[in-house]
Every structure is written in C-alpha cells, then in structure tokens.
C-alpha cells in the first residue's frame, strides 16, 4: 500500500499540455483562451481548497464536522440542481424540495453504504462518508437534472393534451402521467449505462485512486460495485421525487397546469 | 343556471352573466378579445379572481375534477393524449358503449374511426371526435370555442343539431364563434367582449 506523491513541479510539468489548448483556440480562433484560463483557475483553486477542508476534517474526526460539510455538499448539490436546468421553475420551492430531496436521499443511502454495510470505525469516519455522499449526491443531482427538463420541456410541448385531460376531469398525475413516465425514463438511463459499460470502457474514476494509492484490483472493484449499487438506488429515488416533485410544481391545488411558473429564458 | 359574477379576464372589466338551462350564450369578440381565456377560466383551467356558481354552489366548493365534470370546457384545436381516439375513451371514467355510439351516429362518424391512429385522422374528424369525448360524460355546461371551425358545411349542420340537441334537453352552452350565421341559429343571448381592454363590456339579449 503505497503510492508516490507529486511534488508542484510535476504539476507544472503537466500544465504545459494546457498550451496544446491555448494554441488549437488559437490557431482555429474559437475565442476560448479566456474560458480556458478561468476554468483551470477554477479547477486548480477548488480543488486546493477541497483537499485543505478535507485534510482538516479527516484531522477532526469528529460527527458535528462531518456532518456540517455534509450539509454544505447537500446545499451546493441543490444550487446546482436550479442552475443546470435549462428553464427552472421559480421560487423558493422549487430549491427547497430538491434540496430536501438531495438530503435525504444522501442521509439514506450514505447511511446505509457506510453505517451498515463498510462499517468502518468510527461509523461516521469522514475518509468514507464523506467521498460516498459526494458521489451519491452528484449522479442524483445528474438523474433529478434530466427529469426536471425533460418534465418541464415535455409539459410544454404537450400543453395540449395534459390540458384536454385536465379538461375532462382527469386529476392532475393522471393528466401528467404520460409526462412522468417520458421523464423517469430519461432519467434513469444514464445510471444504467453507465452500469453496462463500467469497466471496458474506462475505469471508473474511485477504482482508479483506489488501485493507484495501491489497493489490490479486486478489491477495489468490491468498492466499486458497492458504489454503483449505491449510485443506482439513489439516482431512482431522485428520479421518482424530482418527477412527482415537477407534477406538483408545475401544477396547482385545483388541478390547472402552471407553465407560467417555468422561468423564461433570459 | 351557470351563475358568473365580477369574473376577471386579463384587462377587461369585470364580467357578470347568467346561463340558463337550455340557453345559449354566444360569446363574440375580435381575436384577443378574451373568449378562449373566458371559458378556460370558467372551467377552472386558468386562475381568475370572482365567483362562478353551478345551480348554486361556488367552483372552489367543490374538487376541480368534480367541477370539470360538470362544466366541460372544448378547446378549439382539440389535442389527444393517446394513439388512436379509442384508447382516450376507454380511460374515461364511466365508459357507456351506447351512449358513444350515438354521438358517433349523430356526428356522422364511423365505428372504425375510433380505432385508425389518430395521426392520420383528418382535422374535421378529430374534431368531430373530441366534441364526442366532451359529451361522453354528459356534463351539465358545454364551453364550446369554436367547435366547427375545421367543419365542412354538412359535419357543421350536424353539430349545431348536437348542440340544439344539447340545449333541448335542459344543458347550458356557451358558444365562442366567428360565424355570424350559426351564431344566430344557436344563441338566445350575447356577450360582447370589447376590442380594447378596458373598454367595458355589453351584454345584449337577441330576441
């Protein structure tokens, strides 16, 4: 169990393939240099600074510290919910029932990943609650993301016909149900191709770290198939919740189809 | 008696009229006037601030789909939700074989209509086909906006009969049509909706 640590001057040495982006933006004047150079800012920034708080969360080793950047991982999740949408539905709700979505989805399955079935000790050991809940949350976000547009572009779309439903009386999940399946359905293939193809294409990004901090393979492919089933419970329970979620946004208590609660684009 | 008191619509000036059972109220107006939004907003489809009373009970008294089963509203393209017209009438909630085929008969349309895809159907025939999904229920208040608008003038006659039919035997109907003509065959009272919102609004019996 050993890896070897990188020192800044590797680093640099790696950054010198970023002039290979520099010089294609360049030569084929795609006006991307300033693009460039902010989200590698960005990246080289974030990440410094995730390693810092990590390092000194690992060091606390306590619940409360846990749990607090937990939290946080949760509100960013769901920030990131609204701002990847193309045509989110306004107001407070609409952030506040994912991120409550986000939250006890991530509760519950990191729960149980960690709590119950790796069990490390102690139970809320940051090195693996916290990784696990960050890839838990970021493919239900992905999953709840591919529901709520495909929800909002496909009530548009059909206005017609959810309306003729509403207008025969039809409550209103009878009227959206058409919808709702369209949209579970969108949601949920990611996570189930990403299932069958693990492994031929690429290595997954945790099993790579496991095998290159020295983990045995077979071992790490356990951890991996852990995850996955974790990721795909998950991203269903997002995708049911964001879907019954946008019915009753995009709808109101006497069964009318609000549109006018999408955001237009700007 | 459809009962609608200070309803608002857009810019207009609150509405307040009465429907009797039997009568027809036509609804006149230039395009974008408010007529389609009047009688979405009497189904309950659209948000609008006043009162509307069936036979005396207020709209938010009762569940929205109660409120649509009675006060059926028939948007003037009509959409489906299914492939072909039958699937639609088997979701409904107390299918009746005989009833259905009548209002094909009366409609002109044949049985094996219900079962061709309703993509390749012809605009008339769809919407010949939603006024009978409207009627499927028999709802107490029709809100017709322009219900032979796709119509020769043989499938036209053969819905102003329905809707005198309709009215004959004790339904409401409020008619939203450019045609003057069936306008004046149907209609024992109007409603005009002026060009410019804010203007006020008139409400003139015809004979």
Redesign the interface.
Known sequence: MSYVPLTTFDLLLAATLLVINAAISWFFRLKLEKSIAIAVLRMVVQLALIGLVLKFIFAQNSPAWTAMLGLVMVIAAGIEVMTRQARPVRGWQAFGLQTATLFFIGMAVTGLGVGIIIGPDPWYAPRYVLPILGMVLGNTLTGMCLVLDTMTETASRERGAIEARLALGSHRFKAMSNVLHVAMRTGMIPILNAMATTGIVALPGMMTGQILAGVDPVDAAKYQVLIMFLIAGATALGVVCAGVGAIVLLTDERHRLRLDRIRTKS | MLRVEHLRIGDLSPLTFKVAEGECLAIEGPSGSGKTRLLRAI?????AQGLIFLDGAER?EM????W??LV????A?????TETAQAAFA???KPDARRLQGLLGALGLANELLKRPLSVVSTGERQRL?LV??LI?NPNVLLLDEPTAALDPQATALVEELIKYQLLSGHSVLLASHNRAQVERLSHARLLLPKRPGAGTTAEHAA
């Open positions: 189904a309950d489809l659209d948000p938010n569940p929205a789909s109660a649509r089963h059926r509203y028939c948007a393209e009509p959409s489906w939700w979701d409904a909630e939603a999904r409207a229920d």
